[in-house]
């Protein structure tokens, strides 16, 4: 969960970072109900920004040959 934390934090996913972070806290306790629940979050989360993430990718395109 560790690089999902970081990358999160390089492209602005501020929500995404934070509930992975929170995942990679409550992983070193041990499977919880706390963990399968921010799990959850952490897809919804996922799930918004993703959109955003895939419009700066394809502006980030190169030109179709």
């Keep these: ?12 996913a501020g929500r995404v970072q ?6 990679e806290a409550l992983a ?3 499977p919880t109900a706390a963990l399968s629940g ?3 979050e952490l897809e919804q989360a996922f799930a918004v920004v993703k959109p955003e ?3 700066k990718r394809r502006g980030f395109a190169p030109p179709a040959k």
């Design 1 to 12: 969960v560790h690089p999902l934390t970081a990358s999160a934090g390089n492209v602005g």
């Design 53 to 55: 993430l895939e419009a």
């Design 18 to 23: 934070a509930l992975a972070a929170r995942i």
């Design 38 to 40: 921010a799990l959850g």
């Design 28 to 30: 070193e306790q041990g």
